[in-house]
């Protein structure tokens, strides 16, 4: 799942269809948030739940979202454990 631009749309959707292939829950734990009508940083701890394994990786992860004319254009995703999360995510070989 690292490493790819999901755009759109359909992006969204293959975003969500394989994040939930993945994971069997994500939830959150703490969330902040600051920015002005362009520019959003949020602040979450949370706790996945692998599918594959059960086991669960509880970590912070820092979004920068931009904002026009009301929507979200685009939001990056900032792991601040990317190795935590990734070794408790399906191997390889599981897919």
Excluded: C, K
């Amino acid at each position: 799942m690292t490493g790819r631009a999901w755009r759109g749309h359909d992006g969204m959707e293959r975003f969500l269809a394989r994040f939930s292939e993945v994971w069997d829950s994500m939830e959150f734990l703490e969330q902040e948030h600051w920015g002005d009508e362009d520019t959003v940083v949020v602040r979450n701890r949370v706790r996945f739940r692998a599918r594959a394994t059960g086991r669960e990786v509880d970590t912070l992860i820092m979004q920068l979202i931009t904002v026009r004319n009301g929507r979200m254009l685009e939001r990056r995703p900032f792991y601040w454990d990317p190795g935590a999360v990734a070794a408790r995510g399906p191997r390889e070989a599981d897919h």
